[in-house]
């Protein structure tokens, strides 16, 4: 297989702001470097603040070329910025690990598309004038691009639907599970996790930012039915999206149950196995998903996994989880019952889900995508 010699990356995503996408691109990018050390890789970052990821250790490998700059992102500037970037890096082939690109160069260039949920639900597009430059941007960058990278077959569908892309053109390549996500056994561990995030006792547990198409709002009515029958807590990790109400914390507030949830905020990455593995039950009701890393996640560290049956999500878990019917609260309530009183249920998930999540590696993720880039390239 060809490699590029000299493969432009453009990591401005590994920031705060960009929660699954910048976890993806710094993933991809550290087996990228891992797995091709003689490519070399020219790294582009913004000036946006990034507390999760240590990019120390990256910047030190020999066939890595960090280059720092202001570099906004969705500017139209930016574009002409590209131009002369691109020219003085020499660069082979550009890769996006999300759907904007440098428009304007010759280069062969790969592109992500992580998910099409401003297409499937316009309404969750936060700012009506947002919508026409989306939509120019999209299409440009699609038809634009030499190879498209999606996670999900479910993704790859929806971009022949709404952008009428060819099939040919479109790469499913999945994410991967860090190999930090697995069960926490150490007793002393655990309980400073518990005295630290104040979880005395068993908990649901949901993680992510808190956005409509998350489906949140069923959740906590799902939870809140079956409160005075469960002894366990509701606790949600990550952070509301500022451009939307927070319905989660909403619907605590209306159901009254305000001391048995917990919002936690966005938790250190060293923390998140650890969280997972003390977790009941990981729920995860969105009504679209590009991808669905989290529930792998859970699944590594040997919590059940109770998960929407709708988009990409039942490709991802298989038959290692509990589907249920998003838009059906009673059925999420049921479901929610079944996967937390029968044993027999959990004993049969907890390995197929670690089986299942063991499947998903950045190497191979890595491998696939230096084979497309290849494919880019002729």
């Not at 490998?61 to 691109?86: A, C, D, S, T």
């Not at 039915?225 to 500022?242: E, R, Y």
């Not at 989880?321 to 929610?336: G, S």
Request: aromatic share 12%; glycine share 6%; with cysteine.
């Amino acid at each position: 297989m060809k490699v590029a010699d000299r493969i432009a990356f453009d990591a401005r995503y590994t920031n705060d702001r960009y929660h699954g996408i910048g976890r993806f691109a710094f993933h991809l990018l550290e087996a990228l470097t891992n797995v091709a050390p003689e490519s070399n890789f020219i790294v582009f970052r913004g000036k946006e603040p990034d507390s999760r990821f240590d990019w120390r250790q990256l910047s030190e490998r020999p066939n890595v070329e960090m280059h720092n700059g202001p570099w906004p992102l969705y500017r139209p500037q930016e574009q002409f910025e590209w131009y002369k970037i691109l020219r003085r890096s020499r660069a082979d082939i550009f890769f996006s690990p999300y759907f904007p690109s440098p428009l304007l160069v010759s280069l062969p260039l790969v592109i992500t598309v992580h998910d099409l949920i401003f297409e499937r639900y316009p309404a969750y597009m936060p700012w009506g004038w947002a919508r026409p430059y989306y939509r120019l941007m999209m299409t440009l960058s699609t038809h634009r691009a030499t190879r498209i990278l999606t996670l999900s077959r479910a993704t790859a569908l929806d971009l022949s639907l709404f952008y009428k892309i060819p099939k040919e053109k479109i790469a499913v390549i999945p994410g991967g599970v860090d190999a930090n996500f697995g069960p926490l056994e150490d007793e002393q561990v655990r309980r400073h996790l518990k005295e630290k995030y104040g979880l005395a006792g068993p908990f649901i547990l949901s993680v992510g930012v808190r956005r409509p198409h998350k489906n949140l709002v069923r959740l906590v009515h799902a939870f809140a039915d079956l409160a005075t029958s469960i002894p366990h807590q509701l606790v949600f990790i990550g952070t509301t999206d500022p451009r939307f109400p927070d319905e989660a914390r909403i619907a605590v507030n209306q159901r009254q149950i305000g001391g048995r949830t917990r919002f936690l905020g966005w938790v250190p990455e060293a923390d998140l196995p650890g969280l997972y593995s003390l977790a009941s039950v990981f729920v995860i009701p969105s009504l679209v998903e590009g991808f669905g890393l989290a529930a792998l996640e859970a699944m590594a560290c040997g919590t059940p996994v109770l998960a929407a049956n709708s988009f990409s999500l039942p490709e991802v878990v298989a038959d290692a989880a509990l589907l249920v019917d998003p838009n059906d609260q009673h059925a999420i309530t049921e479901r929610l019952r079944l996967i937390l009183c029968d044993e027999k249920l959990r004993q049969e998930l907890t390995p197929a889900g670690r089986k299942r999540a063991a499947q998903f590696t950045w190497d191979h993720a890595a491998g696939m995508a230096l084979k497309l880039f290849d494919e880019a390239l002729k």
